[in-house]
Structure formats: structure tokens, C-alpha cells
């Protein structure tokens, strides 16, 4: 009799068994290292900060990552699997106001006839200085090793 | 010895049976579940695959396939064009013949964002994928459409048309100025790259208005503009519970007519599922607007030559760092690729 309770609780349990597929591009990426690091500006952490790391070859994957209010980041080259692909990379950095509430009563449903007229659509402004933006421009590099790092630090003056 | 007669069940017993039942039915629920999705899965990629054969029906009555969009100026004057996408003329095959009538009564010159114009307000079944949830936008009664013509891996200006600019128009379905209405328009033997390589139209999840995920269909906007030349900076837009940081505008699919690339059009850029972005918040702006879908892990795709093929949302997307090109080589690995109709890339499996 218990053999028999046993067994039945063993078929209820199998079934649940053997779900889950792996994706092939999943399985197909190259391996990531963990990737963190700091962003300051005048010398204090930014929050909210965008965090891009372009690989030298243009066949390279990037990651990227957005500062928590410590100023910290994880770097992702595939979101949201944390991780990034070792080797050079030249850095952008990227804050503006656009989460400002002032973005958020814009007209939603205008229905504006005139198609191509480039209405005063408000833009958000620069935090940092612009040339943070560019990564021809930021002269921020950084290379993330094969055994990973968390010691990433960019210090960004006007 | 008074012998006790068993009449009935303990309750130990009872108990234990309603437990293994419960048991089972929670077992079960889901398995119910995820048959109902795979049911709806089949009819949105049967509505696909009916979309496909309509353009192939299109190629071979007009020699060339309908435009993204197309401009055709109203006779009061205002523009009214370079917003009608390609479905009024895929209507004869879509079995709605008098429906095209009506529109080619008025020389298909309407206002696609018009909510009086009773054409508009008309609801193709055919154009919605089942796995959507419904919605009902109070402030636009005009027909939806879950189902997009592709632009491809072009980001910046992929809102303009041939002669306006020449960027944008890597996908199948650029968009067209009138006079080039013809001349302009892509035929079948113009892809280069293999009607078995090109997406030529997929899904996007129509716009919950004040909607703040993914899965709602709306579009991060007022983001500024860098995007365009890095456009994993719209991955960034999307937290990890895929929830937008910023202000979002709802576009996507809520006027079937409509053909900017943000209502009826999308891209392959960032991949699918993942965060749209708009540079400005109007629903003529350019940007980034991949594929979605609420089917779990990827979208479903026409290709040219009329197959119907799932697209993994984990698909290689190259170098998202990097600004569209306008020539050559997708930058955006094999999902950039099989939006290209002449990028001469090798693509492999997928």
C-alpha cells in the first residue's frame, strides 16, 4: 500500500519534469565576464547615467548600463543577462533631464495633419558636458578583462 | 461485540481526494492554458501567412509590391499623404472588395487618422493577432492592426520617402512620393538579398494608451536623438521588469491606414520584445520600432517568399552601437540582415 501511495505521488511529480527549452542564440553567444564600475561628475556619482561601451570592431557586440544613485553600474551585452564580452571598448556617457515630469504632459493623441512640420517638440538637455556623448569625442576607453572587472571608473570634468 | 458498519468515506480520506484532485487541476491549468496560446499562435501566423499570399496576389496583378507609405495630397491641399500604408491596396485580396472600392471611389485620398470617416472605423478580423489583448482607444474609434510592413534596419529618417533625403529605405516597404509612385516601387526581383532572407512584415502589440511596459505596445519618447546613431541607447529606455523609464507615446497599430513607420511599420534593429523609442513624441517621428508580440520568446515573421517563420527575441543583433547604414552590410548582425533587401550579407540559420 505505501509502495502504491509512493508511486502515484512519483507520477504526479515526472510530469512537472523536463520543461524549459534552451534557445539556440542563447546558447550560441560568446561568454561575458561581470563588468562594473563607477561614473562621477565634479566629482560626485551621477544617477541615472547612461553607460555605453563600443567595441573597436564593428562586428562587436556592445553593453551597456544605466548608474543606480550610487553612481554604480553593471554592464550588459545582453540584456538583462548581466555580463559583457571581454576586450577594448570606447565609452560614452550619456545624462539628460528626460525624466523630468515635464516630459510626461506632452499632447498624446495629435493628430497633426501637417506630417513633416518639425514642431518645438521639447528635447532634453545635457547634464554632462556633449562631447561625453560622442564616443569620437568622450576620450573615454576601457577594457574589460578576461577574468572580469569591477574597478570601471570614469571621472567626468566640464 | 457490536460490530460498526462502514457506510461512508472518513474524512481523512475525503480530504486526501480533494487534495490529489486539486492537485491535478493545478497541474493541468496551466497545460489548458498554454493550448489556448498555441491555438491563438496558429491563427496569428495563419493571418500572416493570408497577408502574404495577398502581396504576392498584389506582385502579380500591379508587378510591383505596395509601398510602406505613400504620398497623396488631398484635393483640399493638406497633407494627407505620405501616411497611407499598403493595405488599400492588398483589399481585393484580402476579400474585402467593396471595402477597396469605397476607398478607390475617393481616389484612396483620406485622412488615415480621420475618427469620423466611417471607412476608417471599419475592423479587418484579419489584421488582429489573438494573442493581443483587445483595446479600445475611446479617443480614436478607427480600425487596428497588429500587423506592420517592414522598414528595416534603417533608424534615422525612416519616416521619409524615395527622393526625400534616400536614407530609410533599406526594408521591403520604403516609403514612396507620389510621382515615384511607380518608378520607386520595389518589385519582387529587386531583393537581392533572397525572398527567403527578407522580412517583409511581422507584428507589433497595438498601443495601450498611458500604457508603461513592453508588452503594452507603447514607444519611449522626447529621448533626444543620439539614439539614432546608438540605438542600444533604447534598450536602455526599459528597465529590467521591461517597464519604461520615461514619458511613452501610443502608436503602435491604432490606425490601420496610418503609414508611418510608428503606427503600421516596424524595424530590425534592437530585436523583438525589446523597447521602442521615437526621436520627438509625434506618430509621424522616426526611431526604433522592432517587433513585439505577447507570444513567449520572439515574434512571428513573414518573409518575402511568403513562409512564416518565429524569430527568437535573442537573435543576433551585431553591434547596436553603431548608427544605420544607408549602403552595404547591416551593422545589426543577422535580424539587421534579414531586414536588408540588398545588403549582400551571408545569413546563416535562424
Known amino acids: 500500500m505505501t509502495s502504491l501511495r509512493f508511486l502515484s505521488l512519483a507520477m504526479l511529480i515526472i510530469p512537472l519534469a523536463g520543461c524549459g527549452q534552451v534557445d539556440s542564440w542563447k546558447a550560441n553567444r560568446p561568454a561575458t565576464v561581470s563588468a562594473q564600475g563607477i561614473v562621477t561628475y565634479r566629482g560626485s556619482p551621477i544617477e541615472k547615467a547612461m553607460v555605453i561601451f563600443q567595441p573597436k570592431e564593428t562586428t ?61 517638440d521639447p528635447t532634453p538637455v545635457s547634464l554632462i558636458p556633449i562631447r561625453y556623448n560622442d564616443p569620437a569625442q568622450s576620450g573615454l576607453t576601457a577594457d574589460i578583462p578576461q577574468e572580469g572587472t569591477t574597478a570601471l571608473r570614469f571621472d567626468l570634468v566640464d | 461485540m457490536i460490530r460498526r458498519l462502514r457506510t461512508g468515506f472518513t474524512l481523512i480520506e475525503l480530504l486526501v481526494v480533494i487534495a490529489i484532485i486539486a492537485v491535478l487541476i493545478a497541474l493541468l491549468l496551466p497545460a489548458v492554458q498554454q493550448a489556448r496560446e498555441a491555438a491563438r499562435r496558429t491563427q496569428c501566423r495563419n493571418n500572416l501567412k493570408q497577408l502574404g499570399l495577398a502581396l504576392h496576389n498584389y506582385h502579380d496583378t500591379h508587378g510591383w509590391l505596395p509601398p510602406g507609405s505613400y504620398l497623396t495630397t488631398l484635393p483640399s491641399g493638406d497633407f494627407g499623404g505620405r501616411r497611407q500604408n499598403g493595405f488599400p491596396g492588398m483589399l481585393p485580396f484580402l476579400d474585402q472588395a467593396p471595402l477597396y472600392n469605397e476607398y478607390a471611389a475617393r481616389n484612396f485620398r483620406i485622412r488615415p487618422w480621420d475618427n469620423g470617416l466611417t471607412l476608417n472605423q471599419v475592423q479587418i478580423r484579419g489584421l488582429l493577432c489573438p494573442s493581443d489583448s483587445p483595446v479600445t482607444q475611446a479617443d480614436a474609434p478607427v480600425g487596428k492592426t497588429n500587423y506592420m510592413f517592414s522598414r528595416g534596419d534603417s533608424i534615422q529618417d525612416n519616416n521619409h520617402w524615395v527622393g526625400n533625403g534616400g536614407r530609410g529605405m533599406r526594408g521591403m516597404f520604403p516609403g514612396l512620393g507620389e510621382t515615384a509612385l511607380i518608378g520607386k516601387a520595389r518589385k519582387l526581383s529587386s531583393i537581392v538579398d533572397g525572398l527567403s532572407n527578407t522580412v517583409a512584415m511581422s507584428e507589433r502589440i497595438i498601443a495601450k494608451t498611458g500604457g508603461t511596459r513592453v508588452t503594452d505596445g507603447v514607444t519611449a519618447a522626447s529621448i533626444g536623438d543620439t539614439f539614432r546613431n546608438q540605438p542600444i541607447l ?25 503609414g508611418t513607420p510608428m503606427v503600421s511599420g516596424f524595424t530590425t534593429t534592437v530585436g523583438p520584445n525589446k523597447a521602442s523609442c521615437a526621436n520627438g513624441n509625434r506618430d509621424y517621428a522616426d526611431g526604433v520600432f522592432d517587433p513585439t508580440s505577447q507570444h513567449t520568446g520572439g515574434v512571428n515573421a513573414l518573409f518575402g517568399d511568403g513562409s512564416v517563420r518565429f524569430i527568437s527575441e535573442n537573435i543576433d543583433t551585431g553591434n547596436l552601437s553603431l548608427g544605420s547604414v544607408t549602403t552595404g552590410t547591416s551593422r545589426y548582425g543577422v535580424w539587421g540582415s534579414l531586414g536588408s533587401v540588398d545588403g549582400g550579407e551571408v545569413v546563416g540559420e535562424f
Open chain 1, 60 to 120: 562587436g557586440v556592445a553593453a551597456s548600463a544605466v548608474t543606480d544613485a550610487k553612481g554604480e553600474f553593471t554592464l550588459r551585452s545582453f540584456p538583462p543577462d548581466s555580463g559583457a564580452i571581454p576586450g577594448s571598448y570606447a565609452v560614452t556617457i550619456i545624462k539628460t533631464d528626460f525624466d523630468d515630469p515635464k516630459y510626461d504632459t506632452m499632447p498624446v493623441n495629435n493628430n497633426d495633419p501637417d506630417y513633416m512640420k518639425e514642431a518645438a
Open chain 2, 234 to 258: 533604447c534598450q536602455l529606455q526599459v528597465g529590467a521588469d521591461r517597464n519604461y523609464i520615461g514619458s511613452t507615446i501610443a502608436y503602435s497599430g491604432v490606425r490601420w491606414l496610418d
